[in-house]
């Protein structure tokens, strides 16, 4: 996947690359969601909606990382 050693620099990149992939998860699952609950699959939409809750969460831990790691590269570059 990667040709070179991943460094601290690489991981806001790829943080915010997480975070547009969970993003995308997110969306499809909730129109999955949508559909179940439409066509009377509680169930189902009780389990997409448990993961639609967990992906939110995981997008901002991850768009809170990418932002949080970004300030300290940029905090060391200025030391």
Known sequence: MFKRRITKTDHPGILSQMGKD???SRVMVGRMDEWATETGLDDVSEALYAALLAL???QETADRASRTLADDIEKEGRD
């Open 22 to 24: 969970l993003e995308t």
């Open 56 to 58: 939110n969460d995981a």
